[in-house]
């Protein structure tokens, strides 16, 4: 499995961005896929996880911002990322955990990254 993440940038506050995980080697469908990120001098931190089932499960702390698709046909994850605030700042990071472990919020549970992409909430 093979994981490329796209779509960071610079954005003011409370702009959006867009960021996609391109998956190939395996169907998106039958990975649990999360996304994670990382700011400087903090541990990385589970987002959102998109379950193999479909269900997805948001940290609190984007619930009502970020939003997170499947594209089953382009074997992609999506995560729409709205009223970005300065604190959103972080290399963004997607993962798979292909063995669909129970504790999906860990970074230890993920067996495959892709590289970061860069996201800068900034005025």
């Known amino acids: 499995v093979q994981l490329q993440a796209c779509g960071g940038g610079l954005v003011q506050p409370g702009g959006s961005l867009r960021l996609s995980c391109v998956v190939s080697?395996?169907?998106?469908?039958?990975?649990?896929i999360g996304w994670f990120r990382q700011a400087p001098g903090k541990e990385r931190e589970v987002v959102v996880v998109v379950r193999w089932s479909g269900s997805t499960c948001h940290v609190d702390s984007v619930k009502g911002r970020f939003t997170a698709s499947r594209d089953n046909a382009e074997n992609t994850i999506n995560l729409q990322m709205n009223s970005l605030k300065p604190e959103d700042t972080a290399v963004y990071y997607c993962?798979?955990?292909?063995?669909?472990?129970?504790?999906?919020?860990?970074?230890?549970?993920?067996?495959?990254w892709g590289q970061g992409t860069q996201v800068t909430v900034s005025s």
């Open positions: 993962a798979a955990d292909i063995r669909r472990s129970v504790a999906i919020t860990l970074p230890r549970s993920y067996d495959t």
């Open positions: 080697g395996r169907r998106v469908n039958t990975l649990n």
